[in-house]
């Protein structure tokens, strides 16, 4: 459809209104519809940065779907469209994605206007690993949904970003604390680019977050790898499992699986093993087919 119109995601201050890209001022004034979470919101952002936008339309969490065939219909006959929400980048913990996903289906372009995130400026200023990271937004509320959620985020080795709301953000680091231990590294980052932003550092059982108010960001350092398993722990391993009667090849794999070595190492020191013991005297059960 070369005479097309495209979807641009564009993204907006996450506090500091002189954060709004001088692109996206371009392009919401130049698309044929603006479509945001709040018209009075948005209306604001605009008069601020001097646009006067043809058409404003909502899409929020709840109605971002409905809206998709009016877009659709823009789009067929030649017009751009924006998408912005309250603050930061559409689609992350913000409508978005359902938008995305239809305008590709119905086969129209896609493009963004990068710019502000809270999670990535909370990553980088946190002090904590930033080359693999994980983003995952909300944790649920409540029940069997966040604690499964709290197991995987405490198993997690690499660095979490996770948002939380001001009246939450207590409870929250509670149970991290309970799931990941109190030793484990955290900043909280409160009020990003704005006023009274700032970033308490140090660990989940130590930091003091003082009154909850204003908007956070919780940046969790990643669970410690397992302390790899010597020679001498993969020898016992392998001694009790012949003992219970397992050919070389089967210690060799309950052990790797078991302890998370290598399956080549596991096996050299199950042969190793079996051939110690047999000339030691030490009887070992009869093995399987596979048994030597
Ligand atoms: N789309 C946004 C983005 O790109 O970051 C996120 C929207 S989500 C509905 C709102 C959450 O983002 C807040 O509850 C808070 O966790 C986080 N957030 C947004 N702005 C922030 C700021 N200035 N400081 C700290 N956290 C912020």
């Known amino acids: 459809m070369p005479d097309a119109g495209s979807l641009v995601l564009v993204a907006t201050p996450i506090g500091n209104l002189g954060d709004l890209p001088p692109r996206a001022i371009e392009v919401l004034g130049a698309v044929e519809l603006v479509c945001c979470e709040d018209t009075r919101r948005t209306g604001r952002l605009l008069q601020h940065a001097g646009v006067h936008a043809r058409r404003l339309a909502v899409a929020n969490e709840h109605t971002e779907t409905a809206r998709l065939a009016e877009v659709i219909d823009v789009l067929a006959a030649g017009g751009d469209v924006a998408l912005v929400t309250d603050a930061g980048t559409p689609g992350i913990s913000d409508p978005g994605e359902r938008l995305v996903h239809g305008v590709i289906d119905a086969g129209f372009a896609v493009s963004a206007v990068p710019g502000p995130a809270a999670f990535v400026t909370a990553l980088v200023i946190s002090g904590l690993p930033t080359s693999r990271f994980v983003m995952e937004g909300f944790l649920p509320r409540s029940g069997s949904a966040r604690r499964e959620r709290l197991a995987e985020v405490a198993a997690e080795q690499r660095t979490v970003v996770l948002y939380e709301a001001p009246h939450r953000i207590e409870r929250t680091i ?50 410690p790898a397992a302390a790899a398993a010597s020679p001498t ?60």
């Open 174 to 223: 509670a149970d991290l604390a309970a799931v990941c231990g109190d030793d484990r590294p955290v900043a909280v980052a409160r009020e990003l680019t704005k006023l009274y932003e700032t970033v308490v550092r140090g660990t989940l059982g130590s930091i003091t977050l003082g009154e909850p108010r204003g908007e956070y960001v919780v940046v969790l350092g990643g669970a």
């Open 233 to 292: 722990d993969v020898a016992a391993a392998v001694d009790r499992a012949l003992d219970r009667g397992l050919s070389t090849k089967e210690a060799a794999t309950d052990v790797s699986a078991a302890l998370g070595v290598g399956r080549r190492e596991a096996y050299d020191i199950a042969v190793a093993r079996r051939r110690s013991r047999r000339s030691a005297g030490i009887s070992t059960p009869a093995a399987g087919k596979n048994g030597a």
